[in-house]
T-cell receptor, first 113, second 114 residues
Framework: TQLLEQSPQFLSIQEGENLTVYCNSS?????LQWYRQEPGEGPVLLVT?????EVKKLKRLTFQFGDARKDSSLHITAAQPGDTGLYLC?????????????FGKGTLLTVNP | DAMVIQNPRYQVTQFGKPVTLSCSQT?????MYWYQQKSSQAPKLLFH???????NEADTPDNFQSRRPNTSFCFLDIRSPGLGDAAMYLC?????????????FGPGTRLLVL
């Protein structure tokens, strides 16, 4: 069973602070996707990373895929209340079950004004 | 602009009364997925279609069925909903089923079983 461990599970910070959330596995993934989900809504794709060592930036969000494609991190600079939500990482593997995303349990981020 | 549309957004049904949830997509993607997400948990894949080819996950209860009459539409049928089936149901699509394909989610249908 492939597991994606996300940490921390909960994070409450003040507006303007920086934060990093982590997504770790012992398995290798072909790609890893980060989503943000707000209460009562579906996950919204933020980024897909596919190459080991890849870094992608989306405004104040920086995503990194580990060199061995087993882990990823999301760093948010100067967090804002609009960043509040559940951040999910999901990995896809190559091979027979390559349609299947393995989801982490998410990091619930609250940014207080 | 909506690419994956789910209707209704909220559905209330009675214990044991069949219910159908709807998903449509404007992306012309080959693959459509149905997930169940319970409170504070990750989405759990129920089944998916690659075109007309249906693929059921091994642990999906028989109570859950799906239909895909054409590329754009996919339905989730719950034959006899139980209290434990109350959840958010998410539809997603991807262009193909390769390991580097991105899945795009709809807004979800929240199901309440009374």
């Amino acid at each position: 069973t492939q597991l994606l461990e996300q940490s921390p599970q909960f994070l409450s910070i003040q507006e303007g602070e920086n934060l990093t959330v982590y997504c770790n596995s012992s398995s290798v993934f072909s790609s890893l996707q980060w989503y943000r989900q707000e209460p009562g809504e579906g996950p919204v794709l933020l980024v897909t990373v596919v190459t080991g060592g890849e870094v992608k930036k989306l405004k104040r969000l920086t995503f990194q895929f580990g060199d061995a494609r087993k882990d990823s991190s999301l760093h948010i600079t100067a967090a804002q209340p609009g960043d509040t939500g559940l951040y999910l990482c999901a990995g896809a593997k190559s091979g027979g079950s390559n349609y299947k995303l393995t989801f982490g349990k998410g990091t619930l981020l609250t940014v207080n004004p | 602009d909506a690419m994956v549309i789910q209707n209704p957004r909220y559905q209330v049904t009675q214990f044991g009364k069949p219910v159908t949830l709807s998903c449509s997509q404007t992306l012309n993607h080959n693959v459509m997925y149905w997930y169940q997400q319970k409170s504070s948990q990750a989405p759990k894949l129920l089944f998916h279609y690659y075109d007309k080819d249906f693929n059921n996950e091994a642990d999906t209860p028989d109570n859950f069925q799906s239909r895909r009459p054409n590329t754009s539409f996919c339905f989730l049928d719950i034959r006899s909903p139980g209290l434990g089936d109350a959840a958010m149901y998410l539809c997603a699509t991807s262009r193909n089923s390769g390991g580097r394909e991105t899945q795009y989610f709809g807004p979800g249908t929240r199901l309440l079983v009374l």
